[in-house]
């Protein structure tokens, strides 16, 4: 009985170092050269630097993304469902980015991440509207990431979605995502939108939110909020899109 029982003690662990062996293997296949990954999501408030793009209510969203590993060069799309142009009297109902950069790591733990980015809202006629201009912008960006840190900076070098005379407007972004449990995750974000020759309209902007997983839709529920002008960041109807919410979206990538 106790050689029966040294001899299933021995294939146990015989099994165990092979599964470690894959798992290790696969943990450390390199990535393919290219790859190209897609994603759908909704959310009950599409918040774009704390301010509703959606008149609070729900929007739909989804893109693509082309990465090359080896150089670290990206490329993408995203398109959401918005409401702030038409609120604001322009055309269309769909924001519509596009992007490019390259990423790669400086020395171990620290990495970068630069690009541009064209936030396109076709024939918006915001340009016909008295106190607008084009809502197309077009900005460039830096990060750099150090393990769970993050800080970003962005400036336009267009006019900065609609605003006049706002060309060099910058946003400046930190963030973190502090593993929980493998599945669950805390994040944190503070940001900043200082809007050239238009001082009225800067405000700092805020987020505290769970991101979780779930059959391989990412869940995220956060508390959103900005100290934005009350009179200045508001829908036809007189809500501030601003103000402090409750935020819940789901996404999913394949």
Do not use: C
């Amino acid at each position: 009985m106790l050689k029966k029982s040294v001899h299933f003690s021995a294939a146990v662990l015989l099994a165990v170092l092979a599964q470690n062996v894959l798992a290790q293997e696969a943990a450390e296949a390199p990535k393919p050269d290219n790859e190209v990954s897609f994603n759908l999501g909704a959310t009950t408030d599409y918040r774009y630097r704390g301010i509703s793009q959606s008149n609070l209510k729900p929007a739909l969203q989804g893109g693509a993304d082309y990465t090359n590993n080896p150089t670290g060069l990206y490329a993408g799309t995203w398109l959401s469902t918005i409401k702030w142009i038409t609120d604001v009297g322009g055309k269309g109902d769909v924001e519509w980015d596009v992007y490019a950069g390259k990423r790669g790591e400086i020395v171990p733990d620290l990495s970068y991440d630069v690009g541009v980015l064209s936030y396109i809202y076709a024939n918006n006629k915001l340009g016909d509207i008295t106190g607008f201009v084009d809502a197309n912008t077009t900005e460039l960006y830096g990060q750099l990431t150090y393990k769970l840190a993050n800080i970003k900076y962005s400036q336009s070098v267009t006019n900065l979605f609609g605003v006049p005379n706002s060309k060099n407007s910058g946003y400046v972004d930190l963030w973190t995502s502090i593993p929980l449990t493998d599945k669950l995750a805390l994040g944190l974000h503070a940001g900043h939108q200082s809007i050239q020759n238009n001082s009225q309209l800067s405000y700092t902007d805020w987020k505290v939110g769970l991101s979780q997983d779930f059959f391989d839709v990412s869940f995220t529920l956060g508390v959103v909020g900005t100290n934005a002008s009350k009179t200045l960041y508001v829908t036809p109807d007189g809500k501030f899109t601003g103000k402090t919410s409750l935020v819940l979206s789901a996404s999913k990538t394949f």
